[in-house]
């Protein structure tokens, strides 16, 4: 679900869900792979929606991060630590 809500800008949208979710999957296996292949303007372009251009100032870093799986945080219930 990461890949195919992350990269959807990038699909083709005439294509069936299964056509989108391999495409996605495709685009963040080379994104993890190689990173620098993707230009800070395409990012730019896709990764954050148009108003948010006239809001601030976009660093390229951000974007890259944008792309990456988010870190997996994991918690316990309050009074379940002895478990």
């Known amino acids: 679900m990461f890949a195919y809500f ?5 699909l083709e ?4 869900p299964q056509k989108q979710l391999a495409a996605a999957l495709e685009l963040q296996a080379r994104f ?7 230009k ?3 990012l730019a372009a896709r990764a954050v929606p148009d108003w948010l251009k006239d809001e601030m100032a976009i660093p390229k870093e951000w974007l890259v991060q944008l792309q990456r799986e988010p870190a997996l ?7 379940t630590a002895s478990r």
Not at 13 to 16: C, E, I, L
Not at 73 to 79: D, F, L, V
Request: net charge positive.
């Open 40 to 42: 800070p303007e395409a």
């Open 6 to 10: 992350r990269w959807w800008r990038w």
């Open 32 to 38: 993890d792979k190689t990173p620098a292949g993707f």
């Open 13 to 16: 949208p005439k294509d069936s």
């Open 73 to 79: 945080w994991i918690r316990a219930k309050a009074g």
